[in-house]
């Protein structure tokens, strides 16, 4: 029997609903930019939670409690993303979760989880936090949802849209109408198709799991050899990020992501919260100018092991990744062959990047490898008149 392969033509019975860019549509530039559908008034929104299946009930998440934060937790490490291959799964730490779910402003009402009526064992999960996203010279309230989670038991019952429509009605009650949320899967219409690009920190490791394979001509000792890093980093006057450097982090990040089609834009206290350093979350470095004093550049990454599953010798991958960087006058490539020393330092074993903004200028140079599979940028109720490179894309979600 003919199977179609292309998956731009498959059915979305649920996204076709949404006012999301819609395959049939791409490539037709009379449609304008802009949202797609207008706000309602805060009176038309619905004001009744949507109907989950009779044994489930919905619950909002306190992630300041230890015990619900657990209880995310572990439906995280259990039921989140895996790889293609079911090697690795995504194992967000619990502080991390918090990091990610409670930045200024951030409504507890979005942190939305489903129990089973009768055990309340939470099975499902969905969150939003509130951004100011630029779009052009267009700054909108938009949330970014994450953590979109439904247990592998009850996996294609059809879940997840009514999770996604009860966020949207929570989003909506706080007179917010736009979305940005990136996924592993094609949907009606991604801004943009990025990649993942993986640098090598411990080749030994990486290849004992699965994650890497010695290529022809490549022995265990040549691989070592190909990956080893310095023992300290070469830019003067790098040092961690501090608290009195948000205001010149909050400079430096605006001017920079300025140039970038769709990008966040933070004031100092979005700032503080996502770009302070925390042990095991977030790392971020500055370069303070010997004669000025002036902060001239920044790097940051963050944490997130995967779990790795079926392997006698590793349980835990510790991967970092790429999160904000700005460079003005070191070369990013300086800074970033600095950012995988200081990985390396801290015993990650592999540091991750998208080609987003201006990396492409440093992942071949710096030995980053492609991975596999892509990772789609999505904006819910914004068209663009057409897709973004992912160069003109400033934009890094958890
Ligand atoms: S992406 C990570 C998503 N999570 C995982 O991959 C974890 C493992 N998988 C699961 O838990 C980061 C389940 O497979 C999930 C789907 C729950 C993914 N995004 O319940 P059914 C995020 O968290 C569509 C959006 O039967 P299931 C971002 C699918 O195309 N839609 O499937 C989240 C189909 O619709 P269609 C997704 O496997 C952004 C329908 O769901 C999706 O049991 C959310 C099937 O539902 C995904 N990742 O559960 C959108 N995966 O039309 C936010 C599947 O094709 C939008 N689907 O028939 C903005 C809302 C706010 C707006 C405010 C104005």
């Known amino acids: 029997k ?18 999301v860019g819609q395959f049939k549509d791409v490539g037709n530039s009379s449609l304008p930019e802009g949202p797609i559908e207008l706000p309602k008034p805060l009176s038309e929104v619905k004001q009744e939670p949507y109907n989950l299946p009779n044994l489930y009930e919905w619950t909002v998440c306190d992630m300041e409690s230890d015990e619900i934060c657990n209880e995310v937790y572990v439906l995280l ?9 079911n090697l690795f799964r995504f194992n967000y730490s619990k502080e991390f979760l918090r990091w990610a779910l409670h930045p200024p402003g951030y409504f507890q009402s979005w942190h939305i989880g489903v129990r089973v009526k009768s055990s309340k064992k939470l099975v499902a999960f969905i969150t939003g936090i509130s951004v100011k996203m630029r779009v052009r010279d267009e700054v909108v309230k938009m949330a970014e949802v994450n953590f979109l989670c439904v247990h592998k038991k009850l996996r ?3 879940l997840a849209p009514v999770m996604i429509k009860e966020v949207t009605r929570r989003i909506h009650l706080e007179n917010i109408w736009q979305a940005a949320y990136t996924a592993g899967v094609l949907l009606p219409t991604p801004v943009t198709t990025c990649q993942y690009w993986h640098r090598t920190l411990n080749p030994k490791k990486l290849i004992d799991v699965g994650f890497s394979r010695l290529g022809d001509r490549m022995t265990m000792s040549r691989a070592i050899k190909l990956y080893k890093l310095p023992n300290s980093t070469s830019t003067p006057g790098l040092r961690k990020m501090e608290l009195r450097d948000v205001p010149a982090v909050t400079r430096l990040l605006k001017n920079y992501l300025s140039q970038f089609i769709v990008a966040p834009d933070f004031d100092d206290i979005e700032v503080e919260h996502w770009l302070l350093p925390q042990e095991n979350v977030v790392d971020s470095y500055v370069v303070e100018s010997e004669d000025t004093r002036e902060i001239t550049d920044f790097i940051s990454f963050y944490t997130l092991p995967s779990s790795i599953l079926n392997n006698q010798n590793h349980s ?6 790429s999160f ?17 020393i200081i990985a390396k330092q801290k015993d990650f074993d592999v540091f991750n990047a998208l080609d987003v903004m201006e990396n492409e200028c440093f992942l071949k140079e710096l030995k980053f490898g492609q991975g596999d599979g892509q990772l789609y940028y999505y904006l819910y109720n914004y068209r663009l008149s057409n897709a973004l490179k992912p160069s003109e894309l400033g934009l890094v979600l958890l």
């Open 324 to 340: 904000y960087n700005v460079s003005t006058r070191i070369p990013l490539l300086q800074l970033m062959n600095d950012a995988l």
């Open 2 to 19: 003919f199977q179609d392969t292309n998956t731009s033509n498959k059915q979305h019975k649920f996204w076709e609903t949404q006012p």
């Open 316 to 321: 835990i991958l510790k991967a970092a990744y």
């Open 156 to 158: 294609s019952k059809r």
């Open 77 to 85: 490490t259990n039921n989140y993303v895996e790889d293609d291959d």
